[in-house]
């Protein structure tokens, strides 16, 4: 049964930095879209990033581009978000989603499928991360 585990959430500084980990289990990373999605208190889930089964393509929110890094292990099963220079605005349930897809950017709807919710198959109970001082 595939499955996403998520970890590596916590309380930080503003300015400070965490990486999150998504690891998965059941089924072949390189045939997944793996996207990374957060939800504050009393806001919809929004989508944040996500990396290609094949890895070289990412996409990122405006909102955390150049802060936020994402990546993969293929050795491990597990896609990190190295965040940095974390704001209070960040803070949120972060959770990672699988999608059976092998497109990429080169995907027509590429843009739009990889931000969709919809998009995605499988998803971890999420990892809390808070920005405070």
């Known amino acids: 049964q595939p499955q996403v585990v998520e970890s590596g959430g916590g309380l930080v500084q503003p300015g400070g930095s965490l990486r999150l980990s998504c690891v998965t289990s059941?089924?072949?990373?390189?045939?997944?879209?793996i996207g990374w999605f957060r939800q504050a208190p009393g806001q919809k889930r929004e989508w944040v990033s996500c990396i290609s089964g094949s890895g070289g393509s990412t996409k990122y929110a405006e909102s955390v581009k150049d802060r936020f890094t994402i990546s993969r292990d293929k050795a491990e099963n597990t896609v990190y978000l190295q965040m940095t220079r974390l704001k209070p605005g960040d803070a949120a349930v972060y959770y990672c989603?699988?999608?059976?897809?092998?497109?990429?950017?080169?995907?027509?709807?590429?843009?739009?499928?990889?931000?969709?919710?919809?998009?995605?198959?499988?998803w971890g109970q999420g990892t809390q991360v808070t920005v405070s001082s």
């Open positions: 989603a699988a999608a059976r897809s092998s497109a990429t950017e080169k995907t027509p709807g590429w843009d739009i499928l990889s931000v969709s919710e919809e998009f995605y198959d499988y």
């Open positions: 059941g089924f072949n990373l390189d045939f997944f879209v």
